[in-house]
């Protein structure tokens, strides 16, 4: 069966692909980071694993404290209205206007609460992306919320020329396409759950202008609530104001107690040039760069942000980390992963003093393959699908869960199929910060008394974009003893 083309192959022909990867393809590592950051949470009191090595836990620390320490998620500001008269024209029935957005700013309180209760009113009820079912759903208990699409208001140029300056000022890349999306509109009741923006191809961040806010929380405070830095910090919507985030950042707007908020919403795009735009911090470079050369090629390594299926470029730390691994002097790659995860841990027996049979020991094992998800790997996991229910449509006994052989010859990929790539390490600096999880199962088993054990399971899958580093060809892998001199 001949394969899917790529620009007809539908989100849903991915996720069906995602769901059997781990089933039919080959492993070509395993993420250490996850499998050690597991043991050191269930394993306190057991002897290292011979996997769990000084040297890669240590580079993963100093990573990790270089992205948090340089690392820029999210960015905000206020611009002042008496020097920049942007204007904005809302078509849509009820929501008419035309005008200078500063003059929002003579408005007094009682003013503004009324204008935003009024656009919101007019306004079209809201929807949410449902990423694993692939559709768009409206749900009050998810989203309560009102917006304003595109096609019926607009925001002179000047405006879209500022949002596409501050965000160069603040993040990588600084060549970017701003779009205004939409105007997003919360009324008493309004929220909307945790979440992150719906990838898509060259999206690279989101800005959020405030046009007003009346709103607060049943406790006092303001509604719109996002995830810096491992932390949640909450932001206001007032005129002028505004917040500007990577895609993959979690954000939410807590339940509103009393008020109103609308903001314009902008997409941020990547902007194409002739030559790809390198991360100019090169005192980051540098120090990323003194970190990999401590690690032992091959390696991979998972991305800090989440990327859309086709991604070639990168976005803040992670474009700093793909230039520091080419300057490291390894044969560098660009790779999306599904990781599957599996884990079992069973607690120790407690003696029974009258009994004379020796109580079970605790029991634990873990796995964290790693599965490459090219173009072609996802094509030929979906032929074999179709093929297979054909067999079954057919009453046909030649259906088969082996391994699928995958024909990398002619592309970017080739080099998955050479020799002794089978079993790539995978490092993260910070692995729930890297994955998204697709599938995830996680049993803890009732706590009883006596002697009975308390199991704990998980399973689950794993997706992320990696960078893996080959050493180049005609130099010789070194040892552990040896260090890596490629």
Not at 141 to 155: G, K, N, Q
Not at 285 to 303: C, E, S, T
Request: aromatic share 10%; glycine share 8%.
């Amino acid at each position: 069966m001949s394969p899917i083309p790529p620009l007809l192959r539908t989100a849903i022909d991915l996720k069906e692909a995602l769901d059997y990867a781990a089933v039919y393809l080959t492993p070509i590592g395993t993420c250490r980071s996850k499998a050690t950051e597991w043991r050191q949470n269930w394993e306190e009191d057991e002897e290292p694993h011979e996997d769990d090595g000084e040297v890669e836990i240590q580079a993963m620390e100093e990573l990790h404290k270089l992205q948090t320490n340089y690392m820029t998620t999210v960015a905000k500001g206020k611009l002042w209205m008496s020097e920049l008269p942007f204007r904005l024209t809302i078509t849509r029935a009820g929501c008419e206007y035309d005008g200078g957005i500063r003059a929002f700013k003579a408005e007094g309180s009682a003013d503004t609460g009324e204008r935003l209760q009024r656009w919101y009113e007019a306004a079209a009820v809201s929807g949410y992306g449902d990423v694993k079912a692939q559709e768009t759903k409206v749900d009050p208990a998810v989203r309560d919320a009102r917006e304003i699409p595109a096609s019926e208001f607009s925001v002179s140029p000047d405006l879209i020329a500022q949002v596409q300056e501050l965000w160069g000022a603040s993040f990588f890349p600084t060549q970017v396409r701003a779009e205004a999306y939409k105007i997003h509109l919360y009324g008493p009741g309004g929220k909307f759950k945790a979440h992150r923006d719906t990838p898509e191809t060259d999206l690279v961040g989101t800005f959020l202008f405030g046009l007003g806010d009346t709103s607060k929380t049943a406790q006092g405070g303001d509604v719109f609530e996002i995830k810096d830095k491992g932390k949640w910090t909450r932001h206001t919507a007032d005129l002028g104001s505004w917040i500007a985030f990577y895609p993959d950042v979690d954000h939410s707007v807590q339940e509103l107690a009393r008020g109103y908020r609308a903001v314009i919403a902008f997409k941020i795009f990547r902007q194409h040039t002739d030559i790809p735009e390198v991360p100019a911090d090169v005192k980051l470079r540098g120090k990323i760069k003194d970190v990999l050369m401590k690690l032992q090629k091959p390696y991979g390594m998972l991305l800090r942000h989440r990327y859309s299926a086709g991604t070639s470029e990168l976005n803040g730390v992670d474009a700093a980390l793909y230039a520091a691994a080419e300057e490291s002097g390894g044969d560098v790659k660009l790779l999306p992963v599904l990781i599957r995860w599996s884990a079992y841990r069973e607690e120790a027996e407690e003696p029974d003093r009258y009994s004379y049979r020796q109580p079970r020991p605790s029991e634990s094992s873990c796995s964290a393959d790693v599965f490459p998800m090219t173009e072609k790997h996802v094509d030929t996991v979906l032929a074999h699908i179709r093929t297979q229910r054909t067999h079954k449509e057919d009453d046909s006994s030649d259906s088969s869960d082996s391994e699928l052989i995958v024909d990398l010859k002619g592309t970017d990929a080739a080099w998955i199929n050479n020799q002794g790539t089978e079993s790539i390490p995978f490092y993260s600096p910070a692995f729930g910060g890297t994955s998204i999880a697709w599938s995830e199962e996680v049993v803890d088993a009732v706590e009883h008394t006596g002697n009975e054990s308390r199991p704990h399971r998980e399973d689950s899958i794993y997706l992320s974009y990696a960078v893996v580093v080959l050493p180049k060809r005609g130099t010789k892998r070194a040892s552990p003893e040896e260090g890596d001199d490629a």
